[in-house]
């Protein structure tokens, strides 16, 4: 059984970083997604089995890197320029797609989130 857990969420000011992290077991494609008080889940960013080239969704792209050390099997997503908007719950998620999809559907495997905030 696949285990997510993330952590390092919290509460900051507009312009601040963040970084979360995502420890997995398995080897997966690994996605984060956020969920916002009252929309919908949407995707942040994903990232292959080897690596390389992550995707992002074009409103964190060129904020946010995505990275991922298949031997400590952590994900990291360092979210820098925070903005209001990125307010929300975020959610590790990991998938058997050998492509960095942003479709949740293909996500099989799912934390439990880690809220972050940013005050304006």
């Known amino acids: 059984q696949v285990q997510l857990a993330e952590s390092g969420g919290g509460l900051v000011q507009v312009g601040d970083s963040l970084r979360l992290s995502c420890t997995y077991s398995?080897?997966?494609?690994m996605g984060w997604f956020r969920q916002a008080p009252g929309k919908e889940r949407e995707f942040v960013a994903a990232?292959?089995?080897?690596?390389?080239?992550?995707r992002y969704a074009d409103s964190v792209k060129g904020r946010f890197t995505l990275s991922r050390d298949n031997i400590k099997r952590i994900v990291y997503l360092q979210m820098n320029y925070l903005k209001p908007d990125d307010t929300a719950i975020y959610y590790c998620a990991a998938s058997n797609s050998w492509s960095s999809s942003a479709t949740i559907e293909e996500y099989a495997y799912w934390g439990r989130g880690t809220q972050v905030t940013v005050s304006s």
């Open positions: 398995g080897r997966y494609t």
């Open positions: 990232i292959i089995r080897n690596g390389m080239n992550p």
